[in-house]
T-cell receptor, first 116, second 115 residues
Framework: AQTVTQSQPEMSVQEAETVTLSCTYD???????LFWYKQPPSRQMILVIR??????QNATENRFSVNFQKAAKSFSLKISDSQLGDAAMYFC?????????????FGTGTRLKVLA | NAGVTQTPKFQVLKTGQSMTLQCAQD?????MSWYRQDPGMGLRLIHY???????DQGEVPNGYNVSRSTTEDFPLRLLSAAPSQTSVYFC??????????????FGDGTRLSIL
């Protein structure tokens, strides 16, 4: 069974600085998808970024980028130029690629605090 | 464009009561799922469905039932509420097929307290 581990329950970053959130996963599959979701105090789950495992190039969305290390089964999220609005819970998620098994596995989350 | 709509947003039950959490989506998504979110536990999958008439268990299905009679609706039933079911419940949907990399769309959650 697949597992997703976020080993940092809480992180802090100064406004305008850069922070990296860690995520590791365990799977025997060769193809899959990885996601980072943001959950602000409003409780909404918002997609931040996604990565297809068969793509070697790391995904980037504006100030958000990932460092995807397939062999190490690592999928970290880097937030550049941190803003107060980035303060939230961040969840890493794994999804199998193959039809018929649509389960998403979530990590336990990292709470990010942004200091003014 | 409503997206995923969950009702109610808050609910308090007594132990032993039953109730149904409603979830509806207007995006014609095949895949729908229910999660519960507990402090320090992340989101755990309760049940999911890959289309009308098809459901399957997730990680923590005990005490919950689901059905999927239409593409749009995926209700979650608590058969006999227990204090351990106090949690925030999220419904999510996503399209399937194609490249399969579409993210899930989440509802706003239902905060459920069992006394």
């Amino acid at each position: 069974a697949q597992t997703v581990t976020q080993s940092q329950p809480e992180m802090s970053v100064q406004e305008a600085e850069t922070v990296t959130l860690s995520c590791t996963y365990d799977t025997s599959e060769s193809d899959y998808y990885l996601f980072w979701y943001k959950q602000p105090p409003s409780r909404q789950m918002i997609l931040v970024i996604r990565q297809e495992a068969y793509k070697q190039q790391n995904a980037t969305e504006n100030r958000f980028s990932v460092n995807f290390q397939k062999a190490a089964k690592s999928f970290s999220l880097k937030i550049s130029d941190s803003q107060l609005g980035d303060a939230a819970m961040y969840f890493c998620a794994y999804r199998t690629l193959y039809s018929g098994t649509y389960k998403y596995i979530f990590g336990t989350g990292t709470r990010l605090k942004v200091l003014a | 464009n409503a997206g995923v709509t969950q009702t109610p947003k808050f609910q308090v039950l007594k132990t032993g009561q039953s109730m149904t959490l409603q979830c509806a989506q207007d995006m014609n998504h095949e895949y729908m799922s229910w999660y519960r979110q507990d402090p320090g536990m992340g989101l755990r999958l309760i049940h999911y469905s890959v289309g009308a008439g098809i459901t399957d268990q997730g990680e923590v299905p005990n005490g919950y039932n689901v059905s999927r009679s239409t593409t749009e609706d995926f209700p979650l039933r608590l058969l006999s509420a227990a204090p351990s079911q106090t949690s925030v419940y999220f419904c999510a949907s996503s399209p399937e097929g194609g490249s399969g990399n579409q993210p899930q769309h989440f509802g706003d959650g239902t905060r459920l307290s069992i006394l």
